[in-house]
């Protein structure tokens, strides 16, 4: 079996990923990153370097570090757009004799394509020390706007680097193959690819068979530097406010100000509030300055506010070039890293008026659908089913809801866990509710709600025979078996009597998707509800276990009580019992707790008092002074 | 009779090599499943050591301030106590990194090589050749962790 890679080649960086274990995988380089910055210097040295190595020779070398060349791949030098960029850069460009560009690096002259070529060559050897062989096939990606010339141009590099270029493919597209949409029925499909540098956004049309783009709109010169620079500006500005120092001409505190801006709006994706601290970073005749600064989130979006409506703005105008309606979306795609700012994502969430595809990570999403799309692409050409569409030939089923039994105060006690892998089995032990209970009843339940009968019962039998004890005593395996082709077996056996009992659900897993969909909605609609109920009737059992251990214990030790400990235990129960069937969990549990204290103290003195009293004889078992919570079956 | 007996061989013969068969693939997915553990146990090792990484680049800029600090004490306060007691606080995190087997990386005196240093300015100075150290640059082995900010030499001619 052939190993492929996916390449999302980029302006200003280039990642690339693989089918690992069947599952499609972000890969890091030789650096130990999965960014690669597609940037390529011949060094004062004469050695040749590509991607974060030639970034950190940059300032020294500007001329012969070349970057950013994907803006003019397949692109006539006289082009208006390209004679614009060209006025940007630090390294010397000319007009090739066929009408395309030229770049010079270290006296030689070379075609975008050849640039882009040394970027995937390195591309090439990252991926061979990562997946342990010489990859060939390959999927590239490429704006959806590129052209023919740019497309062909793509792949010409791909192949000058030594790779079998399966096809080249649109970034979007890449983005949607990753989430597999459009495998079954047609859907319009948004991406909203708001990177380093650039933003796009394009609008298509997938179908099982075709990809048709619809439309594509961008602003070349916005993304996320631009969040960093107005984080940097402002921490300037204060600076100079509270200091009377102006730092934006000392490049090297300018450095660690770029550093500490990117990390706040990093910190600030999973936080309300980032600390920037940057103590020495200059000084004056009064000695060593320190800057010390709070940026709370909502300060942070309103600095960038600006720039999200830009993006917002853009889609909106793309939408209507091809008069399109918002809600005639069906999905939203998140790509690039800006789209991990939270401002962004409520953006678009609020303008679409729906959820956008977020689950894998905007910055390796396209490559990863490259990667998806070589494979599936390989394993055509090999007679194969692409890795990672089935585990192995032994195909397992996951188990699509939980299975549990009813369990005291009608609980859910779940016994297999929905998704995990059949053939299976478990068995837990459960016990008796109340005192000389002679049977139980095993209510087997499938679904994902706490409370026993917002769930499905698939079945119940009573165990019986069992011999009267004290609840809590008895002991009661239950154990639950379901073989490959999911059917459920449920036995409990009475561990004193061994008498055994079971049911035998066949069918029981093979519920519709619909239905199962409709379990899973309603377990989520409910859960807050659920939990809630849930925590009362935790802390019911709890109080309910505790009454009888107390009961209990002043029955059996009527004489070695105090009277007075014993009425404050007595008036201590007669609340509990009263207020337990109240819905107010926390007074429920402040009142068992307090109850608890009082019958360990009164179990502590009955404890001394036996060993003062029978040092030779037998020490009796104390008694449960600290009760749990058990899972007990009525 | 023979007929009867050749059936029932046949159907021995099948049962036979199914069984091989499904026997071969459940030692196969055992087999799977120990390689599987094992090659978790590697890759919770790589993640112990990236875990590490991970600390020290959250320790560095700590470090990095503190030799900030050190560079501006005034000669006259250095013998100070106060001041001596902090500098042995550095040398305390230094021992840290040590102990995690975390490398500085040389710059004094070396060319400049973008696989361990970063150029940030061209000053005065022999060309190629590293003028000043601006921030450590620190290495676990051959592993760089974090490279060497530098200042490099731009040569008599520009």
Redesign the interface.
């Known amino acids: 079996m052939t190993k492929v890679i996916g390449i999302d080649l980029g302006t200003a960086i280039t990642k690339f990923a693989s089918i690992v274990n069947g599952e499609p995988k972000a890969l890091d380089n030789r650096e130990g990153s999965i960014l690669t910055p597609s940037i390529v210097a011949q060094t004062k040295g004469g050695e040749r370097v590509v991607g974060i190595l030639a970034q950190r020779q940059a300032i020294t070398n500007p001329v012969n570090t070349i970057s950013g060349v994907k803006r003019f791949i397949g692109r006539r030098f006289s082009d208006a757009e390209v004679q614009k960029e060209l006025k940007l850069l630090p390294y010397e460009t000319r007009e090739r004799s066929d009408g395309g560009v030229e770049v010079k690096m270290a006296d030689k002259w070379l075609t975008p394509i050849e640039v882009s070529a040394m970027i995937l060559q390195k591309v090439k050897a990252d991926a061979k020390d990562k997946l342990g062989e010489e990859i060939k096939n390959v999927v590239i990606t490429c704006p959806a706007n590129f052209d023919d010339s740019q497309r062909k141009a793509t792949k010409a590099a791909g192949e000058i680097a030594g790779f079998n270029v399966l096809r080249v493919i649109n970034e979007p597209t890449a983005a949607a193959l990753a989430y597999g949409f459009g495998k079954k029925d047609a859907k319009k499909i948004l991406a909203y690819d708001f990177g380093g540098g650039t933003f796009d956004v394009t609008i298509l049309d997938v179908s099982p068979d075709t990809v048709e783009v619809l439309a594509t709109g961008g602003e070349a010169h916005l993304g996320g530097n631009d969040f960093d620079q107005i984080i940097i500006n402002w921490l300037l500005e204060e600076f100079k406010k509270d200091q009377g120092i102006d730092l934006s001409k000392d490049a090297l505190a300018l450095q660690r100000l770029k550093e500490a801006a990117e990390k706040a709006k990093t910190e600030l994706s999973s936080s309300f509030e980032a600390s920037i601290n940057l103590p020495f970073i200059t000084s004056n005749q009064d000695g060593p300055k320190h800057l010390e600064y709070k940026l709370s989130r909502s300060q942070f979006d309103s600095m960038t506010k600006e720039l999200v409506v830009r993006s917002i703005e853009r889609v909106r105008k793309t939408l209507e070039e091809i008069k399109i309606n918002k809600n005639e979306i069906d999905e939203v795609i998140l790509v690039g890293g800006t789209t991990l700012i939270p401002a962004v994502r409520d953006a678009v969430k609020e303008f679409f008026g729906k959820e956008p595809n977020k689950s894998i990570n905007p910055e390796e999403v396209v490559a990863i659908g490259a990667a998806i799309e070589a494979e599936i692409l390989t394993a055509k050409e090999e007679g194969r089913t692409p890795e990672g569409d089935i585990k192995s030939v032994l195909l397992l089923d996951v188990l699509p809801l939980s299975l549990g039994i009813e369990t005291l105060g009608s609980v859910n006690t779940v016994m297999i866990a929905k998704n995990t892998t059949i053939p299976t089995s478990n068995s837990q032990v459960f016990s008796t509710a109340v005192d000389n209970q002679t049977s139980v009843e095993i209510n087997v339940l499938q679904g994902e709600r706490p409370m026993a009968t917002d769930n499905r019962s698939l079945g119940r039998f009573i165990l019986d025979g069992i011999a009267p004890a004290p609840r809590g005593m008895p002991q009661v395996e239950v154990k639950f078996d379901i073989d490959a082709s999911g059917i459920l077996t449920v036995v409990a056996t009475d561990k004193a009597t061994k008498k055994v009992q079971s049911i035998k659900v066949e069918g029981s897993i093979g519920l519709s998707k619909e239905d199962i969909e409709k379990m899973k909605k309603e377990a989520e609609i409910h859960a807050a509800e659920d939990q809630k109920k849930k925590e009362l009737i935790e802390a019911r059992n709890l109080a309910d276990n505790l009454i009888y251990t107390c009961e209990k214990t002043l029955k059996d030790n009527a004489d070695k009580v105090q009277e007075t400990d014993k009425n404050d235990i007595e008036a201590k129960v007669a609340e509990l019992k009263k207020l337990k069937e109240s819905d107010s969990i926390d007074d429920i549990k402040k009142k068992t707790e307090e109850l608890s204290q009082a019958i360990q103290k009164v179990g502590a003195q009955i404890y001394q008092q036996q060993q003062q009293q029978e040092p030779q004889e037998k020490k009796e078992e104390p008694q449960n002074d600290a009760p749990e919570a058990e899972t007990e079956k009525e | 009779m023979t007929k009867e007996k050749e059936n029932i061989e046949k159907l021995l013969e099948e049962s036979e090599a199914k069984k091989n068969e499904y026997f071969a693939?459940w030692q196969r997915?055992k087999a799977?499943f120990i390689n599987y553990k094992q090659k978790e146990l590697t890759r919770l090792q790589e993640l112990l050591i990236s875990v590490k990484e991970g600390f020290a680049l959250e320790l560095l800029p700590v470090i990095d301030?503190f030799s900030?600090?050190e560079?501006?004490i005034p000669e006259a306060e250095k013998g100070n106590n106060s001041i001596k007691g902090l500098i042995l606080i550095k040398k305390q995190l230094e021992g840290v990194l040590k102990s995690l087997e975390i490398e500085e990386i040389d710059t004094l005196n070396q060319?400049?090589d973008?696989?361990l240093?970063?150029?940030?300015?061209?000053i005065e100075g022999e060309?190629?050749m590293i003028i000043e150290e601006?921030e450590k640059g620190y290495k676990i082995k051959d592993?760089?962790i974090r490279?060497a900010?530098v200042k490099?030499g731009?040569g008599n001619n520009n």
Not at chain 2, 117 to 122: F, G, N, P, V
């Open positions: 693939g997915e799977d301030n900030l600090a560079k501006t060319k400049f973008p696989n240093h970063e150029a940030i300015e061209e060309e190629g601006i592993k760089i490279p900010k490099i731009k």
